[in-house]
């Protein structure tokens, strides 16, 4: 009886006016069933910030090649890294105020320019006619790009309790698929004048620019995308209105239990929920899991392009002396198996093992893979294609294994008040680091 009666109090005057937080949790309480709708917002959203990140690998090389700023053919991959971190470098530098400004006026209005953003610089630097347009344009892109830590935190708000973990895991789902469709995109679309002379003409527009196709895609896919997020529903809670009715035994009730609504209750290890003053570089749980992540992301932003690198070189250089289209059929296939793994077998995993222990094997098992690869560029034909397109797959399946069991822990940190800027910093470090990835392996 008295937990009934705590359940109607809890349900009856919880509420703001003109609060968006509040709306959105008054329809979570309403709403029943599995929430298709705002996955697929999310993932749309995701992998519209992910897809320009690595889209430009498979044609990067190729790229610097037609700018004619390297000397020598080794001197490709040092150019190519700065490129490719430029990106990196410009988001590291703004992520933490991309999150602050999440906080403060919601996490709809950074979405929003970021989506922008990708329409138009990614579009800018599918135009590029020399290096520095191209360094420009990515650093721009990842300045004003800073919409992946606030969607993690409203990946964590728009939906109910029990679905909160398949909601972040649908953004590592959506980010470690963009990273692979993106390269999949830049690889088959890539120089179409070449590729598909009967539909592209050398005196046509993507005959004189080689490498906008792919971004022009990616960018008309982005404006899609900040067309349908005008109608995403704002998650920040406002308070600064009066309620819409007053309980007082619900105040006392809610000072007893330690209930509150929006955000699950977090304890320390001694029973007192943590001050939402407390600064962020002192909570240990969201650092250790931040460091995690970037040294990871790290690793995987290097891989990234030093697999396109590879791949691409001629066999003289210890390359596989692929094309474009064979990275782009490699990236594709697994793509298409990160999707399955992520929508079928990893919340089963999770729910045994915990993100932790899950993460910990898959970072094991990636040294063992990782190792093979000198060894496959030793074999030829169906042998290769074979071992190179299952060792990409169990990759990239490790990684997003990783990813995910990291968002889940730095989201569960924090209170909402806090969660834009904590998902801020860990996007600061992860840029930084992911900045040093291709310079140091391009140059490597």
Same mark, same amino acid.
């Given at each position: 009886?008295?937990?009934?009666?705590?359940?109607?109090?809890?349900?009856?005057?919880?509420?703001?006016?003109?609060?968006?937080?509040?709306?959105?949790?008054?329809?979570?309480?309403?709403?029943?069933?599995? %929430?298709?709708?705002?996955?697929?917002?999310?993932?749309?959203?995701?992998?519209?910030?992910?897809?320009?990140?690595?889209?430009?690998? %498979?044609?990067?090389?190729?790229?610097?090649?037609?700018?004619?700023?390297?000397?020598?053919?080794?001197?490709?991959?040092?150019?190519?890294?700065?490129?490719?971190?430029?990106?990196?470098?410009?988001?590291?530098?703004?992520?933490?105020?991309?999150?602050?400004?999440?906080?403060?006026?919601?996490?709809?209005?950074?979405?929003?320019?970021?989506?922008?953003?990708? *329409?138009?610089? !990614?579009?800018?630097?599918?135009?590029?006619? !020399?290096?520095?347009?191209?360094?420009?344009?990515?650093?721009?892109?990842?300045?004003? !790009?800073?919409?992946?830590?606030?969607?993690?935190?409203?990946?964590?708000?728009?939906?109910?309790?029990?679905?909160?973990?398949?909601?972040?895991?649908?953004?590592?789902?959506?980010?470690?698929?963009?990273?692979?469709?993106?390269?999949?995109?830049?690889?088959?679309?890539?120089?179409?004048?070449?590729?598909?002379?009967?539909?592209?003409?050398?005196?046509?527009?993507?005959?004189?620019?080689?490498?906008?196709? %792919?971004?022009?895609?990616?960018?008309?896919?982005?404006?899609?995308?900040?067309?349908?997020?005008?109608?995403?529903?704002?998650?920040?809670?406002?308070?600064?209105?009066?309620?819409?009715?007053?309980?007082?035994?619900?105040?006392?009730?809610?000072?007893?239990?330690?209930?509150?609504?929006?955000?699950?209750?977090?304890?320390?290890?001694?029973?007192?929920?943590?001050?939402? !003053?407390?600064?962020?570089?002192?909570?240990?749980?969201?650092?250790?899991?931040?460091?995690?992540?970037?040294?990871?992301?790290?690793?995987?932003?290097?891989?990234?392009?030093?697999?396109?690198?590879?791949?691409?070189?001629?066999?003289?250089?210890?390359?596989?002396?692929?094309?474009?289209?064979?990275?782009?059929?490699?990236?594709?296939?697994?793509?298409?198996?990160?999707? *399955?793994?992520?929508?079928?077998?990893?919340?089963? *995993?999770?729910?045994?093992?915990?993100?932790?222990? *899950?993460?910990?094997?898959?970072?094991?098992?990636?040294?063992?893979?990782?190792?093979?690869?000198?060894?496959?560029?030793?074999?030829?034909?169906?042998?290769?294609?074979?071992?190179?397109?299952?060792?990409?797959?169990?990759?990239?399946?490790?990684?997003?294994?990783?990813?995910?069991?990291?968002?889940?822990?730095?989201?569960?940190?924090?209170?909402?008040?806090?969660?834009?800027?904590?998902?801020?910093?860990?996007?600061?470090?992860?840029?930084?680091?992911?900045?040093?990835?291709?310079?140091?392996?391009?140059?490597?």
């Amino acid at each position: 009886m008295a937990e009934e009666y705590r359940e109607a109090l809890l349900k009856k005057d919880d509420y703001y006016e003109n609060c968006p937080g509040c709306k959105v949790d008054q329809l979570k309480e309403l709403k029943k069933g599995f %929430p298709f709708r705002d996955l697929i917002s999310i993932w749309i959203v995701v992998l519209c910030t992910a897809l320009p990140i690595s889209t430009l690998f %498979p044609f990067l090389y190729f790229m610097i090649r037609d700018f004619g700023i390297a000397e020598r053919e080794e001197d490709i991959g040092y150019y190519a890294g700065y490129v490719g971190s430029s990106f990196m470098i410009g988001r590291a530098l703004t992520s933490v105020f991309w999150g602050i400004v999440a906080d403060r006026y919601g996490r709809k209005p950074v979405i929003l320019l970021g989506t922008i953003a990708v *329409v138009i610089f !990614n579009t800018l630097f599918g135009l590029s006619v !020399n290096f520095w347009m191209a360094i420009i344009t990515r650093f721009l892109l990842g300045s004003l !790009n800073g919409l992946l830590g606030p969607i993690k935190a409203y990946a964590v708000e728009i939906f109910r309790a029990e679905y909160q973990a398949l909601g972040l895991s649908t953004v590592s789902t959506a980010w470690g698929l963009g990273l692979i469709i993106g390269p999949a995109l830049g690889g088959f679309l890539a120089q179409p004048a070449e590729k598909y002379p009967n539909l592209f003409s050398k005196e046509s527009l993507f005959g004189r620019f080689p490498y906008f196709l %792919p971004c022009f895609c990616i960018s008309l896919f982005a404006l899609v995308v900040t067309i349908v997020s005008c109608w995403l529903p704002e998650t920040l809670h406002v308070h600064n209105e009066k309620k819409t009715s007053s309980n007082d035994s619900y105040d006392a009730l809610e000072a007893a239990t330690g209930a509150s609504k929006g955000d699950e209750t977090r304890t320390d290890d001694k029973g007192r929920k943590p001050s939402s !003053n407390e600064s962020l570089l002192k909570n240990w749980p969201l650092m250790s899991s931040i460091i995690v992540y970037c040294i990871f992301s790290l690793h995987d932003m290097a891989y990234t392009e030093i697999f396109s690198l590879w791949a691409e070189s001629s066999r003289k250089l210890g390359g596989l002396g692929y094309t474009t289209e064979d990275v782009g059929e490699v990236l594709a296939i697994s793509g298409f198996s990160l999707l *399955v793994f992520q929508l079928s077998l990893y919340p089963y *995993v999770e729910r045994i093992l915990g993100p932790i222990p *899950v993460a910990r094997i898959a970072a094991a098992l990636s040294i063992l893979l990782l190792s093979s690869y000198p060894f496959i560029a030793m074999l030829s034909g169906l042998g290769l294609s074979i071992l190179i397109n299952c060792a990409s797959i169990m990759k990239n399946v490790f990684s997003v294994s990783i990813v995910t069991g990291m968002f889940i822990l730095q989201n569960n940190a924090v209170d909402q008040n806090q969660r834009g800027a904590a998902n801020g910093i860990s996007m600061t470090g992860m840029s930084l680091f992911k900045a040093v990835g291709p310079a140091g392996g391009g140059a490597m």
